[in-house]
């Protein structure tokens, strides 16, 4: 953290200003130092001032790593995740049809929405389904409700040259399998 004074007309902020001036070049880290540190001063200074007591740098430093290390014990930020990789959605090839598949699933309503679109070799809308998903039990069943629904629009058009595509890799593994699994 950098406060360049050419920057900033140092004499002439009043403290809420500098503190702003602070928290807008600092980092997570650095405000958590910065406003921890302030706070022990204060502390410090309010015990000076109102409890007659002696003001201790060395106490005051102590105090504010032993807070700062606890502070992030408890509060501990999530790891970045790493960024997914984009993908642009591609037209079947020529003589067949792509069924793109996707479901919603709401845990806390067991409710869930699906969709479905069908397009040709030039991207272009043969057909398409959205419904709600009433007595949902969870994501991979209203996955495979969607599935289930774009594979019965294929049925009944009597289409035969299918792709289908989905953000679901469970179903999509389980498609691919040769086996048969009957529960």
């Not at 410090?44 to 502070?71: I, T």
């Not at 594979?151 to 035969?160: G, K, M, R, V």
Request: hydrophobic letters at 40%; charged letters at 25%.
């Amino acid at each position: 953290m950098q406060l360049r004074r050419r920057n900033l007309n140092l004499p002439g902020m009043s403290v809420f200003e500098w503190i702003e001036a602070v928290m807008e070049v600092s980092n997570q880290h650095e405000l958590e130092v910065f406003l921890i540190s302030l706070s022990a001063i204060w502390y410090e200074r309010n015990k000076l001032v109102w409890e007659g007591g002696d003001c201790n740098p060395s106490h005051m430093v102590v105090w504010a790593l032993q807070f700062l290390e606890d502070y992030q014990r408890l509060h501990v930020r999530p790891k970045k995740k790493g960024r997914r990789l984009t993908t642009k959605w591609s037209c079947p090839p020529s003589g067949r049809l792509k069924i793109n598949v996707d479901g919603a699933y709401k845990k806390e309503e067991g409710t869930g929405g699906l969709g479905v679109i069908v397009r040709d070799e030039q991207g272009r809308c043969v057909a398409a389904l959205s419904r709600h998903v009433y007595h949902a039990q969870s994501a991979l069943h209203v996955e495979a409700e969607t599935l289930q629904a774009g594979l019965l629009i294929a049925i009944c058009n009597q289409w035969t040259k299918i792709e289908v595509e989905s953000d679901s890799a469970i179903i999509i593994q389980s498609l691919a399998k040769e086996e048969e699994d009957f529960v």
